[in-house]
């Protein structure tokens, strides 16, 4: 089974299943048994749900002569912060796995129970850092996971759990999370495609919100193809969620591997943002740098034209995006959150810490410093709901709508099809060594900016620095283009090739530190 397994793609699974040479029961087991291999050593699954595997499984191999969905057979993990009913839900936070007040997901989040209409057999829950608020993956709730190509390193976070999984073969995809880069950046970290839909598109309905008006959901795979069909799947308007409303009017049509062409690169004009050069927040290495230049020529051979120009998206555009100010609606995020989707002993932050004696946390009360940070201001931010609050406009809807102008302007005055640049503006640190004396706190990323306006972006894997770690290559574009943009990640992917699989060790590396 390892050689028909290892790295194998959907349509040829589902190959496997029609000529009955694999049951989804024997390729369930052979998942499951990666994940006892090297999941002590990786740590990138937090809860191995062998018992509900087991029984989705053996009912679809009842079921094989009957219709098949989109991901029938298809085994999958689902990040730490979204609701799986019976299992954990702990959003990478020991608060939530005290013994006796487990938070256990009363009901399924929306995409995962659209996952499992499909035909996915859920492995698990991939573990994450506490409440996604970091750029690498350390969970109070169950340690550090280490990034697939070498452990040492980090996988980047806060979906740093999924891509270890996804990319070493414990699954064959997964979902992440995405409030200021969690999809791509660990994506470009592990050699696989990371999709971040236009927000609307998929549902966070279910999801614990980090802030929820920049929180987003996608599929990460270990190529395109797979990436398209999980996000068709995924798709759909959701009453929990209004973003989601009128989506399906707005989005392209499906399936969205009809814009999957070997050609879709061809003629079509790229721009990369000025202040990726300039953004003090995360200012690009030399060896990432270096990367990013090799892939522009891979673009150009493949038939793009790309634009490099101090006009396009320079800092300023930056300035004006980061006045988008969620921080006065993240506890309304998280109440709606708990009173939905908590379990039975609590559904609000005062009956947690009454069931508790535990105080809810600075990521769930919005006293958040700012996204990726897990230290509280000490001044907190006035908190309130988005739906009542006269100040929504001008704190909220007017620097947005400001902000997404700017920048499709830029897309108009260079007449470009999309966004190019890095997923990650350094390569993955070595988290045995301290970073300026501190502590490591993961590869870090300016690509915030696009969950500040809505629109879509993918990460496809584009290549090795020099010491074996991968480089991820981020496209987007215009709102509502998700097809279009995983046309132009797939001719990508295809022509270069770029994903190799990790070598995995099952002994010999130090422990991973807690």
């Given at each position: 089974m390892d050689?028909?397994?290892?790295?194998?793609?959907?349509?040829?699974?589902?190959?496997?299943?029609a000529a009955h040479r694999y049951t989804v029961t024997e390729v369930t087991r052979w998942y499951m048994g990666r994940i006892a291999r090297y999941n002590r050593i990786y740590r990138s699954v937090q809860t191995v749900d062998v018992k509900?595997?087991?029984?989705?499984?053996?009912?679809?191999?009842?079921?094989?002569?009957?219709?098949?969905?989109?991901?029938?057979?298809?085994?999958?993990?689902?990040?730490?912060?979204?609701?799986?009913?019976?299992?954990?839900?702990?959003?990478?936070?020991?608060?939530f796995a005290i013994p006796g007040h487990e938070f256990i997901a009363p009901r399924d989040a929306t995409v995962v129970a659209r996952l499992r209409a499909a035909g996915a057999v859920v492995l698990g829950i991939s573990n994450m850092p506490d409440f996604a608020a970091s750029d690498t993956n350390r969970s109070t709730a169950f340690g550090r996971t280490g990034n697939a190509y070498d452990v040492r390193f980090s996988p980047g976070g806060s979906s740093g759990g999924t891509v270890t999984t996804v990319t070493s073969n414990e699954a064959m995809l997964g979902t992440g999370t995405d409030t200021a880069n969690s999809i791509r950046m660990p994506s470009g970290t592990s050699s696989v495609v990371g999709v971040l839909p236009t927000r609307g598109l998929t549902s966070i309905g279910g999801i614990a919100p980090l802030d929820w008006l920049r929180d987003n959901t996608g599929p990460i795979a270990r190529n395109v193809t797979d990436a398209a069909i999980a996000l068709g799947v995924m798709a759909g308007e959701d009453p929990l969620d209004f973003s989601t409303a009128g989506a399906t009017q707005k989005a392209q049509p499906g399936p969205y591997t009809r814009y999957l062409n070997l050609d879709a690169l061809k003629s079509k004009r790229f721009g990369v943002p000025a202040f990726f050069f300039t953004d003090s927040y995360a200012v690009m290495r030399p060896e990432t740098r270096a990367m990013l230049m090799r892939a522009l020529t891979q673009l150009r051979a493949a038939g793009a034209e790309v634009i490099l120009d101090d006009a396009l998206l320079p800092q300023s555009f930056m300035?004006?995006?980061?006045?988008?100010?969620?921080?006065?609606?993240?506890?309304?995020?998280?109440?709606?959150?708990?009173?939905?989707?908590?379990?039975?002993?609590?559904?609000?932050?005062?009956?947690y810490t009454a069931a508790t004696g535990v105080a809810m946390p600075a990521a769930l009360v919005g006293t958040l410093a700012s996204t990726g940070a897990l230290v509280a201001t000490s001044i907190p931010t006035p908190q309130a709901r988005l739906r009542d609050d006269p100040q929504?406009?001008?704190?909220?809807?007017?620097?947005?709508r400001a902000s997404l102008a700017q920048y499709l302007e830029a897309f108009d005055r260079f007449h470009l099809d999309g966004l190019v640049y890095p997923s990650a503006q350094m390569p993955p640190p070595d988290e045995t060594m301290g970073q300026d004396g501190e502590l490591s706190s993961g590869p870090h990323s300016a690509t915030g900016f696009i969950n500040r306006i809505g629109v879509p972006a993918v990460v496809v894997p584009a290549g090795f620095y020099p010491d074996g770690l991968p480089f991820g290559l981020e496209f987007s574009a215009r709102p509502w283009k998700d097809g279009d943009l995983l046309g132009w990640a797939y001719a990508f992917e295809q022509t270069t090739h770029a994903r190799r699989p990790p070598v995995l060790i099952e002994s010999g590396a130090l422990p991973i530190a807690r």
């Amino acid at each position: 089974m390892d050689a028909a397994l290892m790295e194998i793609d959907i349509a040829h699974l589902q190959a496997l299943y029609a000529a009955h040479r694999y049951t989804v029961t024997e390729v369930t087991r052979w998942y499951m048994g990666r994940i006892a291999r090297y999941n002590r050593i990786y740590r990138s699954v937090q809860t191995v749900d062998v018992k509900g595997a087991l029984a989705t499984a053996r009912r679809e191999d009842q079921q094989r002569d009957t219709a098949r969905g989109a991901l029938w057979g298809v085994p999958i993990v689902i990040k730490a912060n979204t609701a799986v009913e019976g299992l954990p839900d702990t959003d990478g936070w020991a608060g939530f796995a005290i013994p006796g007040h487990e938070f256990i997901a009363p009901r399924d989040a929306t995409v995962v129970a659209r996952l499992r209409a499909a035909g996915a057999v859920v492995l698990g829950i991939s573990n994450m850092p506490d409440f996604a608020a970091s750029d690498t993956n350390r969970s109070t709730a169950f340690g550090r996971t280490g990034n697939a190509y070498d452990v040492r390193f980090s996988p980047g976070g806060s979906s740093g759990g999924t891509v270890t999984t996804v990319t070493s073969n414990e699954a064959m995809l997964g979902t992440g999370t995405d409030t200021a880069n969690s999809i791509r950046m660990p994506s470009g970290t592990s050699s696989v495609v990371g999709v971040l839909p236009t927000r609307g598109l998929t549902s966070i309905g279910g999801i614990a919100p980090l802030d929820w008006l920049r929180d987003n959901t996608g599929p990460i795979a270990r190529n395109v193809t797979d990436a398209a069909i999980a996000l068709g799947v995924m798709a759909g308007e959701d009453p929990l969620d209004f973003s989601t409303a009128g989506a399906t009017q707005k989005a392209q049509p499906g399936p969205y591997t009809r814009y999957l062409n070997l050609d879709a690169l061809k003629s079509k004009r790229f721009g990369v943002p000025a202040f990726f050069f300039t953004d003090s927040y995360a200012v690009m290495r030399p060896e990432t740098r270096a990367m990013l230049m090799r892939a522009l020529t891979q673009l150009r051979a493949a038939g793009a034209e790309v634009i490099l120009d101090d006009a396009l998206l320079p800092q300023s555009f930056m300035d004006q995006n980061r006045k988008v100010n969620t921080l006065p609606y993240r506890k309304d995020g998280a109440d709606q959150w708990l009173a939905v989707f908590g379990p039975a002993e609590y559904h609000t932050g005062a009956e947690y810490t009454a069931a508790t004696g535990v105080a809810m946390p600075a990521a769930l009360v919005g006293t958040l410093a700012s996204t990726g940070a897990l230290v509280a201001t000490s001044i907190p931010t006035p908190q309130a709901r988005l739906r009542d609050d006269p100040q929504a406009e001008s704190n909220y809807f007017a620097p947005q709508r400001a902000s997404l102008a700017q920048y499709l302007e830029a897309f108009d005055r260079f007449h470009l099809d999309g966004l190019v640049y890095p997923s990650a503006q350094m390569p993955p640190p070595d988290e045995t060594m301290g970073q300026d004396g501190e502590l490591s706190s993961g590869p870090h990323s300016a690509t915030g900016f696009i969950n500040r306006i809505g629109v879509p972006a993918v990460v496809v894997p584009a290549g090795f620095y020099p010491d074996g770690l991968p480089f991820g290559l981020e496209f987007s574009a215009r709102p509502w283009k998700d097809g279009d943009l995983l046309g132009w990640a797939y001719a990508f992917e295809q022509t270069t090739h770029a994903r190799r699989p990790p070598v995995l060790i099952e002994s010999g590396a130090l422990p991973i530190a807690r």
